[in-house]
């Protein structure tokens, strides 16, 4: 597999996010969990559950998103997939067992397991 353009910036992701964020005056975090925040309070309002759920974070880099699922959607099932190998395998050591993790490649989704029947 050829190295993909994200694969080459994912070691200094969390460092040029931050850098871009700083203008703000926001922290590191604020930008991934308030999607998450909203995702859940949009669904509240139709939902009295949010359990169960299974959750797709296509794009989901080095995971800064996965601790704020957990937050919000606890018992959640999370799925990260990315067309880095490189950002997959860093949101993995940073966030373990919290998500599974899919490479998506030349259109193909490749997955031990069936998530999304």
Same mark, same amino acid.
């Given at each position: 597999?050829? %190295?993909?353009?994200?694969?080459? !910036?994912?070691?200094?992701?969390?460092?040029?996010?931050? @850098? #871009?964020? #700083?203008?703000?005056?926001?922290?590191? /975090?604020?930008?991934?969990?308030?999607? *998450?925040?909203? *995702?859940?309070? @949009?669904?509240?309002?139709?939902?009295?559950?949010?359990? /169960? !759920?299974?959750? +797709?974070?296509?794009?989901?880099?080095?995971?800064?998103?996965?601790?704020?699922?957990?937050?919000?959607?606890?018992?959640?099932?999370?799925?990260?997939? /990315?067309?880095?190998?490189?950002? +997959?395998? +860093?949101?993995?050591?940073?966030?373990?067992? +919290? =998500?599974s993790y899919v490479l998506? %490649?030349? =259109?193909?989704?490749?997955?031990?397991?069936?998530?999304?029947?």
């Amino acid at each position: 597999m050829n %190295e993909t353009e994200f694969d080459k !910036f994912a070691g200094e992701y969390g460092m040029l996010h931050a @850098q #871009n964020v #700083n203008i703000t005056g926001e922290s590191f /975090d604020y930008f991934f969990e308030y999607k *998450i925040r909203d *995702i859940f309070n @949009q669904i509240s309002k139709t939902r009295s559950s949010c359990e /169960d !759920f299974r959750i +797709l974070d296509f794009g989901n880099g080095i995971g800064s998103s996965i601790p704020f699922y957990r937050r919000y959607f606890p018992s959640c099932y999370i799925v990260c997939a /990315d067309v880095s190998r490189r950002s +997959l395998e +860093l949101a993995k050591r940073r966030f373990g067992e +919290l =998500a599974s993790y899919v490479l998506f %490649e030349r =259109a193909m989704c490749y997955s031990k397991e069936k998530a999304f029947p």
